[in-house]
């Protein structure tokens, strides 16, 4: 449990809005601007802070997007020159929030939780800050790049509603991606839960009680991003902002759909998770279960053999087969037929 809150005390002591660099998880911090209305789309990579401001007052939807949070002074100067609340600015760089809404007055403020899978067993999460402006949204990643490519694609297209509507459609059509990508998530995990699944009866470890454990880890994870955003897109839906329009609020409460059914295939399976160790142990019960029946069907074979031997293995000098010519043969060929008897009657039954 301590992964799930490590960093937290960094902030121990020192005063509110105070911003602490991120470990960076790229070399270096990237800013795109996508500037688009009906007409056409105009993209940028500026060099400087000083770039990106001085599009801050255009008449186009500007979309900034910020790939990068170890440079403070970058999310500094982007913060004051957009009139970002300070408090705003250190959420940006404290990755561990909760998906969340806050109402600004002339700017929104969302968090929401990315989750991808790496090398088919890591699952990595990454915080996206959004601010929504009445003209402009400002984007804040960590590191994917990729997320919102086919969000570029849609504004580089000709046709489509996105160029036609406001910024608060374009926060929108990110928080719809992102929801998105969590079914591609829980589809990769549902995958792996129905192999673990087959194999826990096949074959039951020590491998796959490990796995159980790693899965529930990454439910729980997912839990912790999912559940908040269902109260972010319900407080979105409300519409008690005026930056979100009455047009765009129809598409935020079908993303609210969605969000219900992710949360819903994601307790369905943590409950098939939960009821996986049951599983583990009762395919563990059978398989002990079966060694004992080979063992106790040996053990029957072998309890008159061993009787007769043991009688014949006694040194009494009066016995009166021990002189008999016949009768190392005659007990040999006794303990055989008793033994094929008992196998011959046990697999009649089925024991064997």
Same mark, same amino acid.
């Given at each position: 449990? *301590?992964?799930?809150?490590?960093?937290?005390?960094?902030? &121990?002591?020192?005063?509110?809005? &105070?911003?602490?660099?991120?470990?960076?998880?790229?070399?270096?911090?990237?800013?795109?601007?996508?500037? #688009?209305?009906?007409?056409?789309?105009?993209?940028?990579?500026?060099?400087?802070?000083?770039?990106?401001?001085?599009?801050?007052?255009?008449?186009?939807?500007? =979309?900034? @997007?910020?790939?990068?949070?170890?440079?403070?002074?970058?999310?500094?100067?982007?913060?004051?020159? #957009?009139?970002?609340?300070?408090?705003?600015?250190?959420?940006?760089?404290?990755?561990?929030?909760?998906?969340? /809404?806050?109402?600004?007055?002339?700017?929104? #403020?969302?968090?929401?939780?990315?989750?991808?899978?790496?090398?088919?067993?890591?699952?990595?999460?990454?915080?996206?800050?959004?601010?929504?402006?009445?003209?402009?949204?400002?984007?804040?990643?960590?590191?994917?790049?990729?997320?919102?490519?086919?969000?570029?694609?849609?504004?580089?297209?000709?046709?489509?509603?996105?160029?036609?509507?406001? %910024?608060?459609?374009? *926060?929108? *059509?990110?928080?719809?991606?992102?929801?998105?990508?969590?079914?591609?998530?829980?589809?990769?995990?549902?995958?792996?839960?129905?192999?673990?699944? $087959? %194999?826990?009866?096949?074959?039951?470890?020590?491998?796959?009680?490990?796995?159980?454990?790693?899965?529930?880890?990454?439910?729980? /994870?997912?839990?912790?991003?999912? =559940?908040?955003?269902?109260?972010?897109?319900?407080?979105?839906?409300?519409?008690?902002?005026?930056?979100?329009?009455? @047009?765009?609020?129809?598409?935020?409460?079908?993303?609210?759909?969605? &969000?219900?059914?992710?949360?819903?295939?994601?307790?369905? #399976?943590? $409950?098939?998770?939960?009821?996986?160790?049951?599983?583990? /142990?009762?395919?563990?019960?059978?398989?002990?279960?079966?060694?004992?029946?080979?063992?106790?069907?040996?053990?029957?074979?072998?309890?008159?053999?061993?009787?007769?031997?043991?009688?014949?293995?006694? @040194?009494?000098?009066?016995?009166?087969?021990?002189?008999?010519? =016949?009768?190392?043969?005659?007990? =040999?060929?006794?303990?055989?037929?008793?033994?094929?008897?008992?196998?011959? /009657?046990?697999?009649?039954?089925?024991?064997?």
């Amino acid at each position: 449990m *301590a992964k799930f809150s490590r960093g937290m005390g960094k902030k &121990t002591g020192l005063a509110p809005g &105070t911003l602490l660099p991120l470990n960076g998880r790229v070399d270096e911090v990237t800013i795109e601007v996508i500037s #688009y209305d009906a007409a056409g789309v105009r993209e940028e990579q500026p060099n400087t802070v000083s770039e990106v401001l001085r599009l801050k007052n255009t008449h186009t939807i500007t =979309w900034i @997007n910020i790939i990068g949070l170890h440079d403070v002074e970058v999310v500094e100067r982007i913060g004051k020159g #957009y009139g970002i609340h300070p408090l705003v600015l250190e959420d940006i760089l404290d990755t561990n929030h909760r998906p969340k /809404l806050e109402d600004y007055g002339n700017y929104l #403020y969302l968090v929401l939780k990315s989750f991808r899978r790496q090398d088919g067993t890591v699952l990595d999460t990454e915080q996206i800050s959004i601010i929504l402006g009445d003209t402009y949204v400002i984007t804040f990643q960590e590191e994917d790049k990729l997320l919102f490519d086919s969000l570029r694609q849609r504004i580089r297209g000709e046709s489509g509603r996105i160029r036609q509507l406001g %910024a608060d459609y374009l *926060a929108y *059509a990110m928080l719809d991606t992102v929801v998105d990508n969590y079914f591609e998530v829980l589809e990769e995990l549902g995958e792996t839960i129905e192999e673990l699944e $087959d %194999a826990l009866v096949m074959e039951p470890g020590r491998n796959a009680l490990m796995e159980i454990h790693s899965l529930k880890r990454r439910m729980l /994870l997912l839990r912790k991003g999912l =559940w908040p955003l269902r109260e972010v897109v319900g407080a979105l839906g409300r519409g008690e902002s005026q930056l979100v329009k009455e @047009n765009t609020l129809l598409y935020v409460r079908d993303v609210y759909d969605h &969000t219900i059914q992710v949360i819903e295939t994601l307790e369905t #399976y943590r $409950d098939i998770l939960s009821g996986m160790l049951d599983i583990y /142990l009762s395919s563990i019960s059978n398989r002990m279960n079966q060694i004992m029946k080979v063992l106790a069907i040996i053990s029957t074979i072998f309890i008159p053999l061993s009787f007769i031997a043991g009688v014949y293995g006694m @040194n009494f000098k009066n016995m009166p087969e021990l002189d008999w010519e =016949w009768g190392y043969p005659v007990i =040999w060929g006794i303990m055989l037929t008793i033994a094929t008897t008992l196998v011959v /009657l046990f697999r009649r039954k089925k024991w064997l």
